[in-house]
């Protein structure tokens, strides 16, 4: 095992069609208040009813059929995140570093994963679970809850489930108030171009660079 952030796929992930880029960053410092998030996301604009007619959004939508998710009652996060902002509702705050990656989620429909490196055993492997058990930020899920076998994941070295792609991560690796060196992850799938994750991934790492002090840690890596 190892703190280098690595991410690798196996062949049962790779066949549903998704795929990850993600970079690291170190030395934030995490707070609240230091990123307007109305002015980062001034400029959204559209019909909040046809936003399912975006490509992007279709291609998330059509992802969450395959894996037996229906979209019209748990949409992708980009898409609730993004729906929120155009009818005017309030958008959720956690603390900065939470919400650099729901702005750069609603701005670019990409759903982005951060993570506290400092629970995290290197590699991470993007697989498909088989007896694993999940604990959820949501209230009543701290004891954890089976997840059914086949379900998309993303498991670090010690077998943890960090995240259940794309739309879940775990209370064990969430962003704490002092996270200082967190790994950050776009969720990509099958008609969402590679470069448009990675964009959002390079928008996030900018993000923490200019209101959180911190360093990008290394280049973004695309893994398909």
């Not at 934030?28 to 909040?48: A, T, Y």
Request: proline fraction near 7%; include cysteine; aromatic fraction near 8%.
């Amino acid at each position: 095992m190892s703190k280098t952030p690595e991410i690798r796929i196996d062949e049962s992930f790779r066949k549903i069609g998704g795929f990850v880029t993600y970079s690291s960053a170190k030395g934030i410092r995490n707070s609240k208040g230091s990123l307007d998030v109305n002015l980062e996301l001034k400029g959204i604009s559209g019909d909040p009813d046809s936003l399912k007619e975006n490509p992007v959004v279709r291609c998330y939508r059509d992802f969450y059929w395959k894996i037996g998710i229906d979209p019209t009652k748990t949409r992708p996060s980009g898409e609730a995140l993004r729906r929120r902002v155009l009818r005017g509702l309030p958008f959720p705050r956690i603390n900065d570093l939470v919400d650099v990656g729901n702005v750069v989620s609603a701005r670019t429909l990409i759903p982005i994963g951060i993570y506290d490196m400092r629970f995290i055993e290197f590699p991470l492997a993007l697989t498909t679970s088989k007896g694993d058990v999940f604990f959820g930020i949501g209230k009543g899920e701290e004891e954890g809850k089976p997840l059914p076998d086949g379900t998309p994941v993303m498991k670090d070295f010690t077998g943890k489930v960090v995240h259940i792609f794309p739309h879940r991560d775990s209370r064990v690796t969430s962003v704490r108030d002092d996270t200082s060196e967190a790994l950050i992850v776009g969720a990509g799938v099958k008609g969402v171009p590679p470069q448009e994750v990675k964009n959002a991934v390079d928008e996030v790492t900018s993000y923490i660079e200019k209101f959180l002090f911190g360093k990008r840690a290394m280049d973004t890596v695309v893994l398909q």
